[in-house]
């Protein structure tokens, strides 16, 4: 059975707020431990009616220093205050967020019940930043009017599964299952030598997930992407409004598309949807003439890796 890996979508609308849609955030949900990227304003309460749980909230990523990126993480920081948390909270983002963010925490979060830290990243660079022993999350390097990062999270590659019946037939020792799944072959009691392929059967490839919000159309992150389940990238504009894409480092459905096919991910999302378009199936379709495995973000989803 496949572990957890979701993407639960808070909010997929651009800048200017809607009553459609809320301002860029999600929680990637990866066997129960909570990551969020982005923290629009109103994210606080997006988590609520998505009913995830706030203390197992461990890190933030924030990709740039744009309103509605990042305007909500006063708000929660607060709120998990006065929940009581008192495991440290980590917040990923650009150096100049801890400049932003310290002195309004220090003015209105003087008694957290525990303690924020900023880890600073180059958004220019390709660049781990953060890894665990199930998980390793890297940055994207996109192109906006500002600096901006997107994120790759990966799953980290998994034991093979134990053939339990192949074990008992040999009556292999306890003691030495961990080493047959870390790849070592057996030796009997009368000496004969058993492959390690008799114990073992692979494990699931591990799953990646790329997270590419704002940008204009941009061939160098393909690299960087190549072969994830999904991607998520930003489709503000339809492609009859392509000048305005390029004029605000933005991209159309029809260029999102491209960079999916291009990279060859098995499922786009489309999201960060501008005030302007009032039907999103346009982009859907124009997504879909080139990718056919595109699907519309949309609030309260939770998309399975």
């Known amino acids: 059975m496949m572990e957890r890996f979701e993407v639960n979508i808070l909010g997929c609308g651009s800048a200017l707020p809607t009553s459609r849609h809320a301002l860029s955030s999600q929680v990637v949900n990866l066997r129960d431990k909570l990551f969020m ?54 917040v990923h983002a650009q150096a100049d967020a801890e400049k932003i963010f310290r002195p ?13 830290f900023f880890h600073a990243f180059n958004p220019t660079k390709n660049e781990l930043i953060f890894e665990d022993r199930t998980l390793k999350v890297s940055t994207i390097p996109l192109k906006h009017r500002v600096p901006c990062a997107g994120f790759l999270f990966e799953e980290k590659p ?12 040999y009556q292999v020792p306890v003691s030495r299952i961990a080493g047959i799944k870390a790849g070592a072959d057996f030796v009997t009691l009368e000496g004969e030598l058993v492959a390690n392929r008799v114990f073992t059967r692979p494990a699931e490839p591990p799953r990646k997930y790329a997270y590419c919000l704002d940008t204009a159309y941009y061939e160098k992150i393909i690299p960087i992407i190549e072969g994830v389940d999904l991607l998520y990238h930003e489709a503000t504009f339809s492609h009859e409004d392509i000048v ?39 982009l859907l379709n124009e997504a879909r003439e080139i990718f056919p495995d595109t699907i519309l973000a949309d609030e309260g989803i939770v998309l399975k890796v």
């Open 244 to 282: 305005r894409a390029k004029e605000t480092y933005h991209s159309s459905a029809r260029q999102a598309a491209l960079i999916a096919q291009a990279a060859h991910v098995k499922k786009l999302v489309i999201a960060h949807f501008s005030a302007r378009v009032t039907d999103e199936n346009i």
């Open 104 to 116: 309004v925490l220090d003015y209105f979060c003087k008694e957290l019940t525990y303690k924020v």
């Open 37 to 90: 990227i982005d923290c629009g304003e109103g994210t606080q309460l997006q988590f609520r009616f998505l009913k995830l749980k706030f203390q197992r909230l461990n890190r933030i990523f924030i990709s740039h220093l744009h309103g509605d990126h990042c305007f909500g993480l006063f708000g929660l920081i607060s709120s998990l205050g006065l929940l009581g948390r008192t495991a440290d909270l980590h």
């Open 158 to 169: 998994k034991s093979p599964h134990i053939i339990r019946e192949m074990i008992d037939f």
